[in-house]
């Protein structure tokens, strides 16, 4: 499975063992991720923050930003004129 983020420091955190020691405040989902991370059971990749889908989701976008995160998840305006 990948796991894709937009933020290098936290796959930075996932794949670097000595980090860890100093992140002391990350629950326990956290460390069972590490755990699936470090058996290649999930493999964390980085994206850039223009690719990331998720942000239709959480991020107020223009309409050039909405148009291309729609065309990639493959949605259609049903009320477009045809």
Not at 16 to 34: A, M, R, W
Request: hydrophobic residues 40%; contains cysteine.
């Amino acid at each position: 499975m990948r796991l894709y983020g937009d933020n290098k420091t936290t796959i930075y955190i996932v794949e670097n063992v000595v980090f860890h020691e100093k992140t002391k405040h990350i629950e326990v989902d956290y460390h069972i991720v590490c755990n699936k991370l470090e058996e290649n059971i999930i493999v964390a990749k980085h994206v850039s923050l223009w690719h990331q889908l998720a942000e239709l989701l959480t991020e107020p976008l223009g309409r050039t930003r909405v148009d291309f995160i729609c065309d990639k998840l493959g949605m259609h305006d049903i009320y477009a004129p045809a």
